[in-house]
DNA sequence: ACCTGAACACCGTTCAAGT
DNA sequence: ACCTGAACACCGTTCAAGT
Protein backbone atom coordinates (compact mmCIF):
# COMPACT_ATOMS: atom_id res chain seq x y z
CA UNK A 1 0.00 0.00 0.00
CA UNK A 2 2.65 2.57 0.71
CA UNK A 3 6.18 3.04 -0.88
CA UNK A 4 8.84 3.08 1.38
CA UNK A 5 9.17 6.95 0.89
CA UNK A 6 5.83 7.73 3.08
CA UNK A 7 5.21 5.12 5.68
CA UNK A 8 8.53 6.53 7.48
CA UNK A 9 11.37 8.33 5.48
CA UNK A 10 14.70 6.66 5.76
CA UNK A 11 15.06 3.59 7.90
CA UNK A 12 12.40 1.08 9.38
CA UNK A 13 13.17 1.18 13.12
CA UNK A 14 10.95 -0.95 15.74
CA UNK A 15 9.15 2.28 16.82
CA UNK A 16 7.82 2.93 13.28
CA UNK A 17 6.43 -0.80 12.86
CA UNK A 18 4.94 -0.38 16.44
CA UNK A 19 2.84 2.65 15.64
CA UNK A 20 1.93 1.66 12.19
CA UNK A 21 0.45 -1.82 13.60
CA UNK A 22 -1.29 -0.26 16.33
CA UNK A 23 -2.82 1.37 13.65
CA UNK A 24 -3.46 -1.52 11.67
CA UNK A 25 -5.10 -3.56 14.82
CA UNK A 26 -7.15 -0.85 15.59
CA UNK A 27 -8.37 -0.44 12.42
CA UNK A 28 -8.77 -4.14 10.78
CA UNK A 29 -8.32 -6.39 14.21
CA UNK A 30 -5.34 -7.59 15.24
CA UNK A 31 -5.42 -10.61 12.86
CA UNK A 32 -4.72 -7.96 9.79
CA UNK A 33 -1.43 -7.70 12.19
CA UNK A 34 0.96 -9.77 10.41
CA UNK A 35 4.73 -9.86 9.89
CA UNK A 36 4.39 -9.55 5.68
CA UNK A 37 1.13 -6.91 5.79
CA UNK A 38 3.72 -4.68 7.86
CA UNK A 39 6.45 -4.95 5.59
CA UNK A 40 3.91 -4.24 2.97
CA UNK A 41 2.55 -1.11 4.25
CA UNK A 42 6.97 0.19 4.85
CA UNK A 43 7.74 -0.95 1.80
CA UNK A 44 10.06 -3.44 2.64
CA UNK A 45 10.42 -7.74 2.66
CA UNK A 46 8.95 -9.87 5.43
CA UNK A 47 12.51 -10.22 6.32
CA UNK A 48 12.95 -6.89 6.58
CA UNK A 49 11.32 -7.29 9.91
CA UNK A 50 13.31 -9.88 11.71
CA UNK A 51 16.07 -7.76 12.39
CA UNK A 52 13.92 -5.78 14.00
CA UNK A 53 11.94 -8.33 16.09
CA UNK A 54 13.00 -11.28 17.06
CA UNK A 55 9.91 -12.95 15.56
CA UNK A 56 6.33 -11.89 15.61
CA UNK A 57 5.97 -13.03 19.21
CA UNK A 58 8.30 -10.43 20.23
CA UNK A 59 6.76 -7.79 18.26
CA UNK A 60 3.42 -8.58 20.06
CA UNK A 61 5.80 -8.19 23.26
CA UNK A 62 6.82 -4.71 21.93
CA UNK A 63 3.02 -3.58 21.26
CA UNK A 64 1.74 -4.01 24.86
CA UNK A 65 4.99 -2.77 25.79
CA UNK A 66 4.10 0.77 23.83
CA UNK A 67 0.65 0.36 25.41
CA UNK A 68 1.11 -0.34 29.30
CA UNK A 69 3.95 2.64 29.09
CA UNK A 70 1.67 5.10 27.69
CA UNK A 71 -0.52 4.83 31.21
CA UNK A 72 -0.38 7.51 33.61
CA UNK A 73 -0.50 6.83 36.86
CA UNK A 74 -1.89 9.55 39.30
CA UNK A 75 0.58 10.52 41.78
CA UNK A 76 0.30 8.77 45.68
CA UNK A 77 -1.88 10.85 47.30
CA UNK A 78 -3.37 10.77 50.62
CA UNK A 79 -6.93 10.40 48.76
CA UNK A 80 -8.64 7.02 50.27
CA UNK A 81 -7.18 4.06 49.35
CA UNK A 82 -10.19 2.68 47.25
CA UNK A 83 -10.11 6.43 45.54
CA UNK A 84 -6.78 6.02 44.71
CA UNK A 85 -7.23 2.19 43.44
CA UNK A 86 -10.08 3.61 41.57
CA UNK A 87 -8.04 6.10 39.54
CA UNK A 88 -5.35 3.91 39.03
CA UNK A 89 -7.56 1.21 37.26
CA UNK A 90 -9.42 4.46 35.02
CA UNK A 91 -5.73 5.76 34.06
CA UNK A 92 -5.12 2.17 32.47
CA UNK A 93 -8.91 1.60 30.79
CA UNK A 94 -8.61 5.09 29.39
CA UNK A 95 -5.12 3.85 27.71
CA UNK A 96 -6.24 0.50 26.71
CA UNK A 97 -10.17 1.45 25.76
CA UNK A 98 -9.24 3.10 22.14
CA UNK A 99 -7.43 -0.36 21.22
CA UNK A 100 -9.97 -3.20 21.91
CA UNK A 101 -7.96 -5.10 19.40
CA UNK A 102 -4.86 -5.00 21.02
CA UNK A 103 -6.32 -5.23 24.92
CA UNK A 104 -5.95 -9.30 25.10
CA UNK A 105 -2.15 -8.84 24.46
CA UNK A 106 -1.76 -7.16 28.16
CA UNK A 107 -3.13 -9.98 29.82
CA UNK A 108 0.29 -12.39 30.31
CA UNK A 109 2.70 -9.14 29.33
CA UNK A 110 1.87 -6.70 32.25
CA UNK A 111 4.60 -8.26 34.72
CA UNK A 112 6.83 -8.19 31.78
CA UNK A 113 7.61 -4.82 31.14
CA UNK A 114 8.85 -2.32 33.84
CA UNK A 115 5.71 0.11 33.36
CA UNK A 116 3.20 -2.84 34.13
CA UNK A 117 5.14 -3.50 36.96
CA UNK A 118 4.63 -0.06 38.39
CA UNK A 119 1.35 -0.58 37.87
CA UNK A 120 1.18 -3.86 39.53
CA UNK A 121 3.11 -2.11 42.24
CA UNK A 122 0.48 0.55 42.69
CA UNK A 123 -2.25 -1.40 42.67
CA UNK A 124 -0.42 -4.07 45.03
CA UNK A 125 0.45 -1.10 47.58
CA UNK A 126 -3.18 0.10 47.82
CA UNK A 127 -4.36 -3.30 48.70
CA UNK A 128 -2.21 -3.72 51.46
CA UNK A 129 -3.15 -0.58 53.22
CA UNK A 130 -6.72 -1.53 52.47
CA UNK A 131 -5.50 -4.01 54.65
CA UNK A 132 -4.94 -7.50 52.23
CA UNK A 133 -2.16 -9.69 53.02
CA UNK A 134 0.68 -10.14 50.33
CA UNK A 135 -0.85 -13.39 49.12
CA UNK A 136 -4.21 -11.80 48.37
CA UNK A 137 -3.60 -8.50 47.34
CA UNK A 138 -2.00 -10.68 44.93
CA UNK A 139 -4.76 -12.98 43.62
CA UNK A 140 -6.94 -10.09 43.82
CA UNK A 141 -4.50 -7.27 42.23
CA UNK A 142 -4.29 -9.70 39.27
CA UNK A 143 -7.93 -10.15 38.67
CA UNK A 144 -8.37 -6.45 38.75
CA UNK A 145 -6.00 -5.82 35.93
CA UNK A 146 -7.29 -8.31 33.96
CA UNK A 147 -10.75 -6.96 34.61
CA UNK A 148 -9.89 -3.91 33.14
CA UNK A 149 -8.28 -5.27 30.25
CA UNK A 150 -11.60 -7.51 29.91
CA UNK A 151 -13.70 -4.26 30.26
CA UNK A 152 -11.23 -2.77 27.30
CA UNK A 153 -11.79 -5.87 25.07
CA UNK A 154 -15.81 -6.30 25.36
CA UNK A 155 -15.79 -4.30 22.02
CA UNK A 156 -19.05 -4.75 20.37
CA UNK A 157 -18.09 -6.29 17.25
CA UNK A 158 -15.10 -8.45 17.51
CA UNK A 159 -12.36 -8.38 14.59
CA UNK A 160 -12.47 -5.87 12.07
CA UNK A 161 -13.85 -2.46 13.10
CA UNK A 162 -16.90 -1.52 11.46
CA UNK A 163 -17.97 2.10 11.10
CA UNK A 164 -21.35 4.20 12.59
CA UNK A 165 -23.33 3.17 9.56
CA UNK A 166 -22.52 -0.56 9.50
CA UNK A 167 -22.40 -1.08 13.03
CA UNK A 168 -26.01 0.44 13.60
CA UNK A 169 -27.24 -2.19 11.21
CA UNK A 170 -25.37 -4.66 13.48
CA UNK A 171 -27.24 -3.43 17.01
CA UNK A 172 -30.58 -3.31 15.01
CA UNK A 173 -30.59 -6.91 13.78
CA UNK A 174 -28.84 -8.34 17.09
CA UNK A 175 -31.59 -5.81 19.25
CA UNK A 176 -34.26 -7.77 17.34
CA UNK A 177 -33.00 -10.83 17.56
CA UNK A 178 -32.90 -10.82 21.44
CA UNK A 179 -36.79 -9.16 21.27
CA UNK A 180 -38.45 -12.27 19.39
CA UNK A 181 -37.38 -14.39 21.80
CA UNK A 182 -40.66 -16.08 23.80
CA UNK A 183 -41.57 -13.47 26.20
CA UNK A 184 -42.31 -16.47 28.64
CA UNK A 185 -39.21 -17.89 28.81
CA UNK A 186 -36.54 -14.38 28.07
CA UNK A 187 -38.86 -11.81 29.96
CA UNK A 188 -35.40 -10.03 31.41
CA UNK A 189 -33.12 -10.71 28.50
CA UNK A 190 -36.13 -8.83 26.32
CA UNK A 191 -36.09 -6.19 28.87
CA UNK A 192 -32.32 -5.89 28.82
CA UNK A 193 -32.22 -5.93 24.97
CA UNK A 194 -31.43 -2.52 23.47
CA UNK A 195 -28.54 -1.92 26.97
CA UNK A 196 -26.98 -5.76 26.20
CA UNK A 197 -26.64 -4.60 22.56
CA UNK A 198 -25.37 -0.67 23.09
CA UNK A 199 -23.73 -1.24 26.28
CA UNK A 200 -20.42 -1.68 25.75
CA UNK A 201 -20.23 1.76 23.82
CA UNK A 202 -21.16 3.68 26.44
CA UNK A 203 -18.85 5.50 29.32
CA UNK A 204 -21.62 4.72 31.49
CA UNK A 205 -20.66 0.96 31.08
CA UNK A 206 -16.90 1.41 32.05
CA UNK A 207 -17.48 3.37 34.96
CA UNK A 208 -19.90 1.13 36.65
CA UNK A 209 -18.09 -1.84 36.40
CA UNK A 210 -14.80 -0.35 37.76
CA UNK A 211 -17.08 1.30 40.11
CA UNK A 212 -17.84 -2.65 40.80
CA UNK A 213 -14.50 -3.98 40.95
CA UNK A 214 -13.73 -1.11 43.48
CA UNK A 215 -16.88 -2.20 45.67
CA UNK A 216 -15.73 -5.57 45.24
CA UNK A 217 -12.33 -5.16 47.15
CA UNK A 218 -13.86 -3.43 49.83
CA UNK A 219 -16.40 -6.09 50.42
CA UNK A 220 -14.15 -8.57 50.42
CA UNK A 221 -12.62 -10.03 53.20
CA UNK A 222 -9.04 -8.72 53.93
CA UNK A 223 -7.68 -12.19 55.34
CA UNK B 1 -2.32 -38.96 13.27
CA UNK B 2 -5.43 -41.12 12.82
CA UNK B 3 -6.31 -43.07 10.18
CA UNK B 4 -9.95 -42.98 9.30
CA UNK B 5 -11.07 -45.70 11.71
CA UNK B 6 -10.02 -44.75 15.35
CA UNK B 7 -10.74 -41.27 15.82
CA UNK B 8 -14.69 -41.87 14.77
CA UNK B 9 -15.50 -45.28 13.04
CA UNK B 10 -17.63 -44.83 10.44
CA UNK B 11 -18.71 -40.99 9.82
CA UNK B 12 -17.57 -37.70 10.49
CA UNK B 13 -19.76 -35.55 12.35
CA UNK B 14 -20.85 -32.11 13.86
CA UNK B 15 -20.28 -33.62 17.01
CA UNK B 16 -16.96 -35.64 16.62
CA UNK B 17 -15.37 -32.51 15.40
CA UNK B 18 -16.22 -30.57 17.89
CA UNK B 19 -14.68 -33.25 20.31
CA UNK B 20 -11.30 -33.47 19.25
CA UNK B 21 -11.06 -29.19 18.32
CA UNK B 22 -11.70 -29.02 22.13
CA UNK B 23 -8.94 -31.93 22.82
CA UNK B 24 -6.83 -30.18 20.80
CA UNK B 25 -7.08 -26.98 22.24
CA UNK B 26 -6.73 -28.15 25.70
CA UNK B 27 -4.05 -29.67 24.52
CA UNK B 28 -1.95 -27.50 22.72
CA UNK B 29 -4.19 -24.67 22.57
CA UNK B 30 -6.41 -22.65 20.33
CA UNK B 31 -3.88 -21.56 17.95
CA UNK B 32 -3.50 -25.33 16.91
CA UNK B 33 -7.23 -26.07 16.37
CA UNK B 34 -6.97 -25.72 12.60
CA UNK B 35 -9.46 -26.99 9.60
CA UNK B 36 -6.62 -28.90 8.44
CA UNK B 37 -5.36 -30.54 11.39
CA UNK B 38 -8.97 -31.37 12.41
CA UNK B 39 -8.99 -33.43 8.92
CA UNK B 40 -5.97 -34.91 9.57
CA UNK B 41 -6.69 -36.22 12.64
CA UNK B 42 -10.12 -37.63 11.30
CA UNK B 43 -7.89 -39.06 8.36
CA UNK B 44 -10.11 -36.96 6.03
CA UNK B 45 -9.48 -34.42 3.36
CA UNK B 46 -9.48 -30.09 4.36
CA UNK B 47 -12.37 -30.00 2.27
CA UNK B 48 -14.38 -32.90 4.22
CA UNK B 49 -14.76 -30.49 7.26
CA UNK B 50 -16.69 -27.80 5.03
CA UNK B 51 -19.75 -30.08 4.20
CA UNK B 52 -20.05 -29.60 8.24
CA UNK B 53 -19.31 -26.39 8.85
CA UNK B 54 -19.52 -23.34 7.17
CA UNK B 55 -16.17 -22.05 7.86
CA UNK B 56 -14.06 -22.06 10.58
CA UNK B 57 -15.98 -19.31 12.48
CA UNK B 58 -18.78 -21.17 12.86
CA UNK B 59 -16.40 -24.22 13.80
CA UNK B 60 -15.79 -22.08 16.58
CA UNK B 61 -19.36 -21.15 17.10
CA UNK B 62 -19.99 -24.55 17.52
CA UNK B 63 -17.25 -24.83 20.16
CA UNK B 64 -18.46 -22.15 22.17
CA UNK B 65 -21.74 -23.65 21.86
CA UNK B 66 -20.93 -26.82 23.03
CA UNK B 67 -18.76 -25.37 26.45
CA UNK B 68 -22.23 -23.61 27.36
CA UNK B 69 -24.28 -26.20 26.47
CA UNK B 70 -22.50 -27.97 29.37
CA UNK B 71 -23.08 -25.43 31.96
CA UNK B 72 -25.45 -26.64 34.73
CA UNK B 73 -27.30 -24.14 35.94
CA UNK B 74 -28.86 -24.33 39.45
CA UNK B 75 -32.69 -24.55 40.07
CA UNK B 76 -34.26 -21.55 41.41
CA UNK B 77 -34.42 -21.00 44.85
CA UNK B 78 -35.37 -19.01 47.95
CA UNK B 79 -32.00 -18.34 48.39
CA UNK B 80 -31.16 -14.64 48.28
CA UNK B 81 -30.30 -13.76 45.01
CA UNK B 82 -26.27 -13.06 45.68
CA UNK B 83 -26.28 -16.93 46.74
CA UNK B 84 -28.23 -17.84 43.28
CA UNK B 85 -25.93 -15.62 41.74
CA UNK B 86 -22.68 -16.42 43.06
CA UNK B 87 -23.58 -20.03 42.36
CA UNK B 88 -24.69 -19.19 39.12
CA UNK B 89 -21.00 -17.76 38.31
CA UNK B 90 -19.83 -20.47 40.11
CA UNK B 91 -21.34 -23.02 38.05
CA UNK B 92 -20.07 -21.26 34.67
CA UNK B 93 -17.16 -21.16 35.97
CA UNK B 94 -16.70 -24.77 36.52
CA UNK B 95 -17.47 -25.69 33.12
CA UNK B 96 -14.85 -23.88 31.51
CA UNK B 97 -12.10 -23.59 33.55
CA UNK B 98 -10.50 -27.14 32.35
CA UNK B 99 -10.50 -24.94 29.23
CA UNK B 100 -8.59 -21.93 29.28
CA UNK B 101 -7.97 -21.92 25.77
CA UNK B 102 -11.45 -21.92 24.27
CA UNK B 103 -13.04 -19.41 27.41
CA UNK B 104 -11.94 -16.11 24.55
CA UNK B 105 -14.34 -17.85 22.18
CA UNK B 106 -17.51 -17.64 25.07
CA UNK B 107 -17.15 -13.63 25.29
CA UNK B 108 -19.07 -12.62 22.05
CA UNK B 109 -20.88 -16.01 21.83
CA UNK B 110 -23.10 -16.24 24.80
CA UNK B 111 -26.19 -14.37 23.48
CA UNK B 112 -25.77 -16.55 20.09
CA UNK B 113 -26.84 -19.81 21.65
CA UNK B 114 -30.43 -20.86 23.20
CA UNK B 115 -28.22 -21.94 26.44
CA UNK B 116 -26.05 -19.14 26.66
CA UNK B 117 -29.23 -16.62 26.51
CA UNK B 118 -30.63 -19.09 29.75
CA UNK B 119 -27.69 -18.06 31.56
CA UNK B 120 -28.26 -14.51 30.82
CA UNK B 121 -31.87 -14.70 31.17
CA UNK B 122 -31.04 -16.18 34.92
CA UNK B 123 -28.62 -13.65 35.93
CA UNK B 124 -30.42 -11.05 35.07
CA UNK B 125 -33.64 -11.70 36.81
CA UNK B 126 -31.55 -11.95 40.12
CA UNK B 127 -29.96 -8.50 39.24
CA UNK B 128 -33.41 -7.22 38.65
CA UNK B 129 -34.48 -8.70 41.82
CA UNK B 130 -31.63 -7.04 43.68
CA UNK B 131 -32.83 -3.75 42.54
CA UNK B 132 -31.34 -3.09 39.33
CA UNK B 133 -33.08 -1.57 36.59
CA UNK B 134 -33.00 -3.56 33.33
CA UNK B 135 -30.28 -0.97 31.51
CA UNK B 136 -27.50 -1.28 34.69
CA UNK B 137 -28.67 -5.01 34.87
CA UNK B 138 -27.66 -5.68 31.39
CA UNK B 139 -24.54 -3.32 31.39
CA UNK B 140 -23.23 -5.37 35.13
CA UNK B 141 -24.39 -9.19 34.21
CA UNK B 142 -22.90 -8.14 30.83
CA UNK B 143 -19.71 -7.66 32.72
CA UNK B 144 -19.91 -10.38 35.18
CA UNK B 145 -20.25 -13.05 32.45
CA UNK B 146 -17.31 -10.94 30.91
CA UNK B 147 -14.96 -11.85 34.26
CA UNK B 148 -16.13 -15.23 34.59
CA UNK B 149 -14.53 -15.95 30.92
CA UNK B 150 -11.41 -13.93 31.91
CA UNK B 151 -10.66 -15.68 35.15
CA UNK B 152 -11.01 -19.40 33.08
CA UNK B 153 -8.44 -17.71 31.05
CA UNK B 154 -6.36 -16.39 33.30
CA UNK B 155 -4.27 -19.71 32.58
CA UNK B 156 -0.92 -19.53 33.90
CA UNK B 157 0.88 -19.87 30.64
CA UNK B 158 -0.51 -19.18 27.62
CA UNK B 159 -0.64 -20.94 24.71
CA UNK B 160 0.58 -24.55 24.67
CA UNK B 161 -0.09 -26.39 27.41
CA UNK B 162 2.67 -27.45 29.66
CA UNK B 163 3.11 -30.35 32.08
CA UNK B 164 4.24 -30.55 36.05
CA UNK B 165 7.96 -30.71 35.63
CA UNK B 166 7.95 -27.81 33.24
CA UNK B 167 5.45 -25.71 34.73
CA UNK B 168 7.38 -25.30 37.59
CA UNK B 169 10.29 -24.57 35.89
CA UNK B 170 8.67 -21.69 34.54
CA UNK B 171 6.93 -20.82 37.52
CA UNK B 172 11.06 -20.28 39.46
CA UNK B 173 11.99 -18.21 36.46
CA UNK B 174 9.46 -15.63 36.39
CA UNK B 175 9.31 -15.37 40.67
CA UNK B 176 13.23 -15.19 40.43
CA UNK B 177 12.81 -12.52 38.06
CA UNK B 178 10.21 -10.64 40.34
CA UNK B 179 12.70 -11.48 43.53
CA UNK B 180 15.40 -9.91 41.85
CA UNK B 181 13.39 -6.35 41.59
CA UNK B 182 14.82 -3.54 43.36
CA UNK B 183 13.09 -3.86 46.50
CA UNK B 184 13.27 -0.45 47.23
CA UNK B 185 10.70 0.71 43.98
CA UNK B 186 9.14 -2.74 43.94
CA UNK B 187 8.55 -3.96 47.43
CA UNK B 188 4.74 -5.05 47.40
CA UNK B 189 5.44 -6.60 43.78
CA UNK B 190 8.94 -9.18 45.25
CA UNK B 191 6.37 -9.55 48.62
CA UNK B 192 3.73 -11.01 45.99
CA UNK B 193 5.87 -12.55 43.99
CA UNK B 194 5.22 -16.38 44.67
CA UNK B 195 1.29 -15.54 44.47
CA UNK B 196 2.07 -13.57 41.36
CA UNK B 197 3.41 -16.53 39.77
CA UNK B 198 0.92 -19.22 41.36
CA UNK B 199 -2.09 -17.88 41.87
CA UNK B 200 -4.01 -18.46 38.76
CA UNK B 201 -3.44 -21.98 39.85
CA UNK B 202 -5.21 -22.00 43.03
CA UNK B 203 -8.68 -23.25 43.81
CA UNK B 204 -8.75 -20.03 46.15
CA UNK B 205 -8.05 -17.54 43.50
CA UNK B 206 -11.42 -18.47 41.53
CA UNK B 207 -13.54 -18.73 44.55
CA UNK B 208 -11.74 -15.23 46.28
CA UNK B 209 -12.85 -13.05 42.80
CA UNK B 210 -16.08 -14.56 42.19
CA UNK B 211 -16.79 -13.51 45.53
CA UNK B 212 -15.52 -9.94 44.80
CA UNK B 213 -17.59 -9.74 41.92
CA UNK B 214 -20.88 -10.72 43.92
CA UNK B 215 -19.73 -8.20 46.53
CA UNK B 216 -19.43 -5.51 44.01
CA UNK B 217 -22.51 -6.01 42.68
CA UNK B 218 -24.24 -5.63 46.50
CA UNK B 219 -22.20 -2.58 46.97
CA UNK B 220 -22.87 -0.97 43.76
CA UNK B 221 -25.68 1.87 43.52
CA UNK B 222 -28.68 0.06 42.13
CA UNK B 223 -30.36 2.81 39.91
C1' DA C 1 -25.54 -36.73 1.23
C1' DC C 2 -20.85 -36.78 1.81
C1' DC C 3 -16.23 -36.44 0.26
C1' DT C 4 -11.92 -35.64 -2.96
C1' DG C 5 -8.33 -32.94 -5.98
C1' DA C 6 -6.30 -29.13 -7.58
C1' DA C 7 -5.59 -24.47 -7.04
C1' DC C 8 -5.28 -19.66 -4.88
C1' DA C 9 -3.89 -16.24 -1.82
C1' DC C 10 -2.30 -15.95 2.29
C1' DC C 11 0.78 -17.04 6.84
C1' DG C 12 5.62 -17.27 9.97
C1' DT C 13 10.26 -18.47 9.59
C1' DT C 14 15.08 -20.18 8.15
C1' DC C 15 19.16 -19.77 5.64
C1' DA C 16 22.36 -17.87 2.72
C1' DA C 17 23.59 -13.87 0.53
C1' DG C 18 24.09 -9.00 -0.65
C1' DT C 19 25.59 -3.89 0.57
C1' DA D 1 24.19 -2.66 10.51
C1' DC D 2 20.45 -3.41 7.69
C1' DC D 3 18.07 -5.60 4.06
C1' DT D 4 16.92 -9.03 -0.02
C1' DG D 5 15.67 -13.69 -2.46
C1' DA D 6 14.38 -18.11 -2.54
C1' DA D 7 12.42 -21.73 -0.17
C1' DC D 8 9.63 -24.47 3.38
C1' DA D 9 5.81 -25.89 5.90
C1' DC D 10 1.92 -24.24 7.11
C1' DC D 11 -3.01 -21.59 6.83
C1' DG D 12 -8.45 -20.87 5.12
C1' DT D 13 -11.22 -21.22 1.21
C1' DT D 14 -13.35 -21.77 -3.65
C1' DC D 15 -14.72 -24.47 -7.37
C1' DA D 16 -15.51 -28.36 -9.96
C1' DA D 17 -15.90 -33.06 -9.70
C1' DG D 18 -16.61 -37.73 -7.95
C1' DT D 19 -19.74 -41.56 -5.54
Known amino acids: MAKRSDATRGRLSREAI ?23 EHGVTPMAMYWHFNDKDSLLDGLAEHLIEAVKLPEPSDADWDAQLRDIL ?19 RILAAESGLLIA ?27 IVTLANADPVGGPHRTGEDLEQVFRVKRARLESLPPSRFPNVIAAAPALVTCREADDFFDLNV ?9 LPRG
Chains 1, 2 share one sequence.
Open 18 to 40: IVSAVALADSEGLEAVTIRRLAQ
Open 90 to 108: LAFLTVIRPHPALAGLALR
Open 121 to 147: ERVLGLLRQAGYAAGRAAEVGTFLICS
Open 211 to 219: ELLVQGVRG
